[in-house]
C-alpha cells in the first residue's frame, strides 16, 4: 500500500507585490506528490519557466499524457518522481 503522501499533491502559490507584476516570480511551494524533493530550486527571472510548466508536471505525475497546459511548453524540470 502507497503512502498517502505519495499519492497527495500540494501546490501553494503566494501571489505577492504590487498589482501589475502580480504573476512574475511568485514563490510556489510544492510538496507530496511522489516527487524526488530535493529542496529549494531557484530559476532565473530573466527566462523563467512558465507556472503551466508545473501543472503538465502535475498531470503527468497522475497518469494523465499530457505534454503541454495552455502556455506551457512542457514539464518543469527539476522535479522528478521519485
Known amino acids: ?12 502559490i503566494i501571489r ?5 507584476k502580480l504573476n512574475d516570480n511568485l514563490p510556489v511551494l510544492l510538496a507530496g506528490g ?3 524533493h530535493t529542496g529549494y530550486l531557484a530559476f532565473d527571472k530573466k ?11 502535475l498531470l503527468q505525475s497522475l ?3 499530457a ?3 495552455r502556455s506551457g511548453t512542457g514539464a ?5 518522481l521519485a
Open 34 to 36: 511522489g516527487f524526488k
Open 1 to 12: 500500500m502507497r503512502k498517502l503522501f505519495t499519492l497527495l499533491s500540494c501546490l501553494l
Open 47 to 57: 527566462k523563467n519557466y512558465p507556472l503551466s510548466n508545473l501543472y503538465v508536471s
Open 67 to 69: 505534454s503541454s497546459f
Open 16 to 20: 505577492c507585490g504590487e498589482k501589475k
Open 76 to 80: 518543469m524540470r527539476g522535479i522528478d
Open 63 to 65: 497518469g494523465v499524457e
